[in-house]
């Protein structure tokens, strides 16, 4: 069934080996499928002629769909061998732009590359949409463990935080929170930060300025963190909950040294507890860079602005796509789990 110009809704949760999507039809149809959350679809070839195989996996997918994709080869350790672009497809039966005899005789595995992200290939062989046509309007629920992994394998932002003089260790020191009060060897997690850069200003616990933002110190400071590789700033200043402006001043400096991403913490988490408030902006600063980049990726994917896209944050409540950062992201797979 070829996809209508009608609006169809979407709801898709992406973890980290598997995405489940469901899809409302124009005709209120619900329909489902579960794809390999890296976008490839793993199939058995069976070597029909020299170029021509078919494959059980892809039968129900309508005439033409995987046109524009690629035939990927793997040896037994997962390395790429061969890549064939498809050319033509039908009831399971594709056709490469060239021979398959020795690659599909040798004791190789065998996947379907349609370079697309798993969610948007997952609506499209739904709706039965071929890979060389445009999508139709859609409304998208999406729940995503990419920040989530991001934050557990430690692959996110390279971030440096600038906090307050002489809080610079702040993080390290914490709350003096122990979960295992009396173990002698405390093995501390991976620190998310490259470099920390004490900032000179104060504010009093009224929000009034003590020391007003040394600019020309600030600046070498941020210079320094940027050419150390640092491209994602986490803002963490004394009492700024109350008084945002030496935050804010210091974000159109890091700016203007060339900072890709920063994140503030009188926005990200207005909160009067300075450890919580930094480890805040310090996650959000991490992690927001990939969640960015992988949203706006989608959106392209779907057909840009024609698609209407909502994240699910770690409540379990949706966000639309432009406003969703890192630090709502943690939860949002498990909790897209449970509200589905």
Known sequence: MRASSAEFEAWIDVGGTFTDCYVRAADQSLRRCKLLSSGLVPITPELISAAIFSAAELRHDVD????????????????EVARRPI??????????????????????????????????????????????????????????????????????????????????DLLTIGDQTRPHLFELGIRRSTPLLQLVAGID???????????????AQARS????????????????????????????????????????FISRSSHVA????????????????????????????????????????QVMTSAGGLTPWQEYSGKDSILSGPAGGVVG
Not at 64 to 79: E, I, K, P
Not at 201 to 215: D, W
Not at 221 to 231: E, N, S, T, Y
């Open 221 to 260: 400071q941020l210079m320094r963190a940027r050419q150390a590789g640092c491209d994602s700033l986490a803002i963490c200043l004394m009492h700024s909950y109350l008084n945002p402006a030496h935050e804010q001043l210091l974000e159109n400096i890091a700016r203007e040294v060339g900072f890709e």
């Open 270 to 309: 207005p909160l009067i507890e300075f450890v919580a408030r930094a480890q805040t902006a310090v996650v959000d600063a991490y992690i927001s860079p990939i969640i960015r980049s992988y949203l706006a990726k989608l959106i392209e994917q779907f057909g840009g602005q024609r698609t209407q896209l």
């Open 87 to 168: 050319v033509a497809s039908s009831q399971g039966r594709l056709t490469c732009d060239s021979e398959l005899l020795e690659l599909i005789a040798s004791d190789f595995r065998f996947e379907i590359d349609a370079r697309l992200e798993a969610p948007v290939l997952a609506v499209r062989r739904l709706l039965g949409c071929p890979l060389r046509e445009p999508l139709p309007k859609l409304r998208v629920r999406l729940g995503t463990t990419r920040g989530t992994n991001a934050l557990l394998t430690r692959q996110g932002a390279c971030t440096a935080l600038a906090i307050t003089a002489p809080f610079t």
């Open 201 to 215: 200003e104060r504010l009093n616990a009224q929000g009034e300025v003590l020391q007003p933002l040394a600019v």
């Open 64 to 79: 033409g769909f995987w046109v524009g994709a690629d035939l990927r080869v793997l040896d037994l350790q997962s390395n």
